[in-house]
């Protein structure tokens, strides 16, 4: 599945994936827009190892954004699906296309932590979702690894179940702490994002009994308000009650 790809797989695999997914039109705009973020991450490391700094390039004005995000921002209007072939069904929308597309360029330009911190802010809810699932790619150890985590704190915020789900991949699983991260598993709960999108639960859930006693609290909640407990809730309560796994013991032993 093609979200699947988006969320931290490997680059390679998602491009070819997307490109398998799209016209011929949209394959050579995937092409050249690919083309011109390197040719604007080459041109900026170019600048930085002269000056010691990146300038923005002299025929540019200042206020004019650099081609590539103008290609980030159109990338639902040109990623357009195949149609009529096995291998697009409908669970690949032009949304998850457009995904795709954005976290390609984000890598290929390179992007810095106030590049990302900026179209995030800046980005439609559609932009934000795609930056959300370029997270991964970006744990750069001379920014330190979770610099990032406000976008992911700030997405956990809404009520844009897209957004939610986009939140709780790798880096989530790999940086929220744990009362962070048990209230991110209630957000999607209370959403009803499906628990399959957050990332790691099952390590992570496994024997926490301060997520189990949350998860009983909001089901009596729901309970006493007369409305349904989610299916998911239960089969993340089911993994809060296994012990972590240790080794059979030996002869030895």
Not at 26 to 47: D, I, S, V
Not at 127 to 140: G, K, Q, T, Y
Not at 157 to 186: F, I, K, S
Not at 207 to 223: F, G, H, I, P, Q
Request: net charge negative.
């Amino acid at each position: 599945m093609l979200t699947e790809l988006t969320n931290g797989a490997p680059l390679s695999a998602l491009q070819a994936a997307l490109e398998e997914q799209l016209t011929g039109a949209a394959r050579a705009w995937l092409h050249e827009a690919l083309a011109e973020a390197e040719a604007e991450a080459k041109a900026k490391a170019a600048k930085a190892n002269a000056k010691g700094h990146f300038a923005e390039p002299a025929d540019r004005p200042r206020w004019t954004l650099p081609t590539w995000e103008l290609r980030f921002a159109e990338a639902g209007r040109h990623c357009r699906p195949v149609q009529g072939t096995e291998s697009t069904p409908d669970l690949h929308s032009a949304q998850d296309l457009a995904d795709a597309a954005r976290v390609l360029l984000l890598h290929a330009v390179r992007a810095d932590h106030a590049t990302i911190t900026r179209l995030y802010t800046h980005g439609t809810a559609a932009e934000r979702r795609a930056v959300l699932l370029a997270l991964p790619h970006f744990n750069a150890p001379s920014a330190g690894p979770a610099t990032l985590l406000p976008l992911v704190e700030d997405a956990l915020r809404t009520n844009d179940t897209r957004l939610v789900a986009a939140a709780v991949g790798p880096y989530a699983a790999e940086h929220l702490d744990q009362h962070a991260w048990r209230h991110a598993v209630l957000k999607c709960l209370f959403t009803g994002v499906p628990v399959d999108a957050i990332d790691g639960l099952a390590p992570r859930a496994r024997a926490d009994s301060e997520l189990a006693r949350m998860l009983r609290d909001y089901a009596a909640e729901r309970t006493a308000a007369g409305r349904p407990v989610p299916d998911d809730l239960h089969r993340v309560l089911a993994l809060t009650a296994r012990p972590y796994l240790t080794a059979a013991p030996t002869e030895e032993s």
